[in-house]
């Protein structure tokens, strides 16, 4: 990850630090869980950040094209008290990590 940093001075220097991210385990994501711990599973509690989801059923659904398939997981939303889909093609949920209960 870069972070641009400018700095004003006589020459007008631009820098740029290289900060450190945090390392992701994959068998802590959502995709990884769908794949190997949901798919025996009836209603499984998992938490990601600070929100409580329960797994209802995974969609997998097939492009019209025919390249291949989205995997989508309904989840129930305990904060929100509503019913969500996630699509687990989604960078933002790539990078976060989840916690089965």
């Known amino acids: 990850m870069l972070k641009y940093t400018k700095y004003k001075n006589n020459n007008a220097t631009l820098n ?3 900060m450190a991210t945090k390392s992701i385990d994959k068998k802590k994501t ?24 329960q797994h209802i059923k995974t969609i997998y ?3 019209a094209d025919g390249r291949g398939q989205n995997t989508l ?3 129930y939303n305990y904060k929100k008290m509503k ?4 699509c687990l093609t ?4 790539a990078q976060k990590e989840i916690s089965i209960l």
């Open 16 to 18: 740029f630090q290289i």
């Open 30 to 53: 959502l995709e990884y869980a769908v794949a190997f711990y949901f798919y025996d599973s009836g209603c499984v509690n998992f938490m990601m950040g600070n929100i409580m989801y």
């Open 61 to 63: 659904d097939e492009r």
């Open 73 to 75: 997981e309904v989840v």
């Open 83 to 86: 019913y969500e889909v996630l």
């Open 90 to 93: 989604d960078s933002k949920l």
